[in-house]
């Protein structure tokens, strides 16, 4: 007698696909992949506790229900702030700051363990406020606009240490704009206007002084020409005299006698007394 072996048991086959989907849903439910995406890092965090060691890029496999990733960005990114201060002469100074940050890959986990993912609330805008507030105390509100570049420079080293013991990185930080009271604004609007009438009057000034120093040339000029007119006829007249002299003094000695004897194309003596 002979027993089919091959004889389908359908006992069997719902035994294997209740394993098959209670393997499937363990998989699922449990989840013990975790994939670390491009800019990120991953914070071990086995039964609650934080680990040494953090999870770089890619796929990474971790003890269901132990261990918890959280995931943490460590890609630069921009942050504004707006915040007030008082600049050396108790000017009110209302600035936004734009900071470009990023935490350091390698202490994450510390990060998240001391701080937590609110970290911009808890640390970096406190710093930033303190930050702006000590620098602006250094200068008068006309150098916070004439020293912009200086005061920026300030900030940013202030804030690069104070973050950095935080294990985040400044990358870059700008000013993105200087508000001042509408007092102040007014009283640098007034200075400003009195600035340029002042410096308009100083060229008028110049203009007119130069316009002077032309004229008195220019008369110079024309006195030194009718002098020279003048010197000149002195001398003309002068000459004429001297001629005048001359003939005198000739008629003078002349013996009232002709001479006899004539050099060719000569004239006579005294010919030319009635000119």
Not at 77 to 86: G, L, N, Q, R, S
Not at 99 to 128: C, S, T, V, W
Not at 141 to 150: G, N
């Amino acid at each position: 007698m002979f027993t089919n072996t091959n004889r389908f048991n359908p006992d069997v086959f719902i035994s294997i696909i209740i394993i098959g989907f209670v393997i499937l849903f363990d998989f699922i439910f449990f989840n013990p992949f975790v994939i670390i995406g491009a800019g990120q890092r991953g914070v071990i965090m086995t039964w609650g506790s934080v680990g040494d060691k953090v999870f770089e890029e890619g796929i990474h496999f971790r003890i269901p229900i132990a261990q918890k990733i959280v995931k943490i960005e460590v890609r630069t990114v921009k942050h504004e702030v707006d915040t007030a201060a008082y600049s050396k002469d108790l000017q009110t100074v209302d600035a936004k700051i734009a900071l470009n940050y990023h935490i350091n890959p390698e202490k994450a986990n510390r990060l998240f363990q001391e701080i937590g993912k609110d970290y911009e609330i808890r640390i970096i805008d406190p710093a930033i406020n303190e930050s702006v507030k000590a620098t602006t105390a250094k200068f008068t509100a006309q150098e916070l606009i004439e020293k912009r570049e200086i005061v920026k420079d300030e900030i940013k080293t202030q804030l690069k240490i104070r973050l950095l013991e935080r294990n985040i990185i400044v990358d870059e930080l700008s000013i993105v704009n200087f508000d001042f009271s509408a007092e102040y604004e007014k009283a640098i609007e007034a200075k400003q206007v009195s600035q340029q009438q002042a410096l308009k009057a100083e060229n008028d000034l110049k203009r007119i002084k130069v316009e002077a120093e032309q004229r008195v040339a220019q008369a110079k000029a024309e006195a030194e020409a009718i002098r020279a007119q003048s010197d000149a006829a002195n001398n003309e007249k002068y000459v004429s005299l001297k001629a005048l002299e001359v003939q005198l003094e000739a008629i003078k000695k002349w013996n009232g006698v002709l001479p006899t004897t004539f050099v060719p194309n000569s004239t006579l003596p005294f010919i030319n007394l009635n000119k």
